[in-house]
């Protein structure tokens, strides 16, 4: 099988590529992302990539398996997606400063013949931001592609994270250990890793 990453998000094409397989982008614009309000909020990012997903299904080929995923922060019952403008960010790092979050990605891998969904969640803490870090952080990184306005890989992790409980890679936005096992599961790794990447 042949996989498509549909998303342009560089940080996710880094972390699936970090896997050693083979993969192109394949990216369709303006698929709604909206979801119903009474939906769980652990329910969202697996709903969201679900639809995703389904917009797919009509120009994959039959040797293709498309990788589609949505990834939203949680603090309390709030769901914090990408923020609007600087303002938004800066409120949203102010939400997350101090306290654990949760950090939930859903990942579909959908073929003509394959539709598997998952949900990885990681429990992150940060220390008490203050507002000189806050507005250091939005206006040197913009954050305005990341959900949660933040990157843990970002010099905000470095200096404001203090604990983790799950996937590092889940927090950047692909779970790929999970994806991992799942494509294992499926292909055997004799299809996902060709020989002449095991003795290059």
């Known amino acids: 099988m042949h996989l498509i990453l549909a998303s342009n998000s560089p940080r996710r094409k880094e972390l699936l590529a970090g ?3 083979d993969f192109d982008v394949r990216v369709i614009k303006d698929i709604d ?3 119903p309000s009474e939906l769980p909020v652990e329910q969202i990012p697996m709903y969201i990539s679900e639809q995703k997903a389904k917009a797919y299904l009509d120009i994959i080929h039959d040797d293709e398996l498309v990788i589609t995923a949505d990834t939203v922060v949680v603090v309390g019952q709030n769901v914090l997606g990408k923020p ?3 303002d938004d960010a800066c409120e949203m790092l102010r939400m997350i ?3 654990t979050h949760q950090v939930i990605t859903g990942v579909c891998l959908t073929s003509r013949s394959v539709h598997r969904t998952l ?3 990681t429990d992150v803490t940060f220390k008490s931001l203050s507002e000189q870090e806050i507005s250091f952080y939005v206006d040197y990184y913009k954050p305005y592609d990341k ?3 933040y990157g843990i890989q970002e ?3 470095y200096i404001g994270v203090t604990s983790l409980e799950g996937s590092y ?3 950047m936005g692909l779970p790929v250990q999970r994806i991992w096992q799942e494509l294992l599961d499926i292909y055997g790794m004799d299809v996902l890793i060709h020989d002449d990447k095991a003795h290059p």
Request: charged fraction near 15%; glycine fraction near 16%.
């Open 84 to 86: 609007r403008d600087r």
């Open 119 to 121: 949900s990885v969640s």
């Open 155 to 157: 010099w905000i992790g």
């Open 169 to 171: 890679f889940n927090v």
């Open 97 to 99: 400063s101090g306290c």
């Open 147 to 149: 959900a949660g306005a």
């Open 33 to 35: 992302e909206t979801y």
């Open 19 to 21: 896997l050693g397989l």
